[in-house]
C-alpha cells in the first residue's frame, strides 16, 4: 500500500492559477498510474479530473481539458496538478489516487484507483 498526501490548496480569485503537489510514499512510483479527482460541494461522487500513465501519457475531463495540466517527477516521487483559468466551478476538495495494478491503462472511475490522498480544499471565488 502507498500513502498519498495532497498539499497546495487553498483560495484563489476567478481567472487564477493553482498547483497542487501529491507526495507519494513507495520505491515504484515510476511504474504505475496515477489520477487527480475532486469533489465538489453536496456532491456525492467524486470526478475525474485527469490520470497519468507510468510513460507520462495523460487524460483529462472535459471539464478541465485546456486548462489544467498533469505531470509527475519520479525522481521525487511526485505528483502535480497545474490549475489556470479557474472559474468558481473548480472549488472542490481535490484528492491524488493511485493504481499500482496497472500502468499503461489507467481507469477513468473513482473505482479503479485503490489508493487516495487525504485530499486538499481548492476554493475558488468570482
Known amino acids: 500500500q502507498v500513502q498519498l498526501v495532497e498539499s497546495g490548496g487553498g483560495s484563489v480569485q476567478a481567472g487564477g492559477s493553482r498547483k497542487l503537489s501529491c507526495a507519494v510514499s513507495?520505491?515504484?512510483?515510476?511504474?504505475?498510474?496515477l489520477g487527480w479527482f475532486r469533489q465538489a460541494p453536496e456532491k456525492n461522487q467524486r470526478a475525474r479530473v485527469g490520470?497519468?500513465?507510468?510513460?507520462?501519457?495523460?487524460i483529462y475531463a472535459n471539464a478541465v481539458k485546456g486548462r489544467f495540466t498533469i505531470s509527475r517527477d519520479n525522481a521525487n516521487n511526485t505528483l502535480y496538478l497545474q490549475m489556470d483559468s479557474l472559474t468558481p466551478e473548480d472549488t472542490a476538495m481535490y484528492y491524488c489516487a493511485a493504481d499500482r495494478r496497472t500502468d499503461i491503462y489507467c481507469s477513468a472511475l473513482e473505482g479503479g484507483f485503490p489508493d487516495w490522498g487525504q485530499g486538499t480544499q481548492v476554493t475558488v471565488s468570482s
Open positions: 490520470t497519468i500513465n507510468s510513460v507520462g501519457k495523460t
Open positions: 513507495g520505491s515504484d512510483f515510476g511504474t504505475y498510474c
